[in-house]
């Protein structure tokens, strides 16, 4: 599907190599949709992002350390457990960037757009990003909840836990309120 200097949103599923960590995950693949001017194109940024051997052991303890510091405002939240061969293995979020055609107005190609910068952490969040992250993209709230100590409490002197006031700022969604990301359940 080829269509001269003219970006679609394209959907591609990416397959971990056996070999990676990953590659035993279940499901060891993930999909994209991101704005291309060809599968063959969206294909090879894929292929070029190293994810078999990018998302190696301590790359994968790593980003979940991350994904849970990165957590709005100045609550103290740490991963529940580090498991490199589960919900990590679903980058969709990370990588994805349309809906549909229309997202892609104003990107020429598969580079531009939302694009994991050299700062940016798994799952993609509001406050980091310097690009438009579409809501679908967004984590919910309840990423947190599920996978991060201290995202659920204790509550404040208002009754709120850190993840309602993230939710009254728009800074996440609980699932439920609209459009929000959750991984792909993988097996543990």
């Given amino acids: 599907q080829v269509n001269s200097g003219v970006t679609q949103c394209l959907k591609q599923t ?35 992002q190293s994810l078999d051997a990018n998302l190696n052991p301590d790359e994968c303890k790593l980003m979940w350390l991350k994904a849970c510091a990165n957590f709005y405002g100045n609550f103290v939240v740490v991963p529940k457990a580090i498991s490199c061969r589960s919900v990590i293995c679903d980058q969709s979020s ?25 700062n940016a952490t798994w799952p993609i969040a509001s406050n980091q990003s310097s690009f438009r992250v579409l809501p679908d993209y967004f984590p919910c709230c309840d990423f947190w909840e599920n996978y991060c100590n201290g995202a659920k409490g204790p509550a404040n002197m208002d009754g709120f836990t850190p993840t309602q006031l993230a939710s009254q700022v728009g800074w996440c969604r609980f699932s439920g309120q609209g459009a929000c990301w959750m991984p792909t359940p993988a097996s543990r």
Avoid: M, W
């Fill in 14 to 48: 990416y397959t971990y190599s056996d070999a990676s960590e990953c590659g035993h995950a279940r499901p060891k693949t993930f999909q994209v949709q991101r704005c291309a001017t060809s599968t063959v194109e969206l294909d090879s940024y894929l292929k070029g």
């Fill in 94 to 118: 990370f990588f994805s960037n349309c809906i549909d055609d229309s997202d892609c107005s104003g990107i020429s190609n598969v580079n531009e757009g939302a694009a994991p910068g050299p």
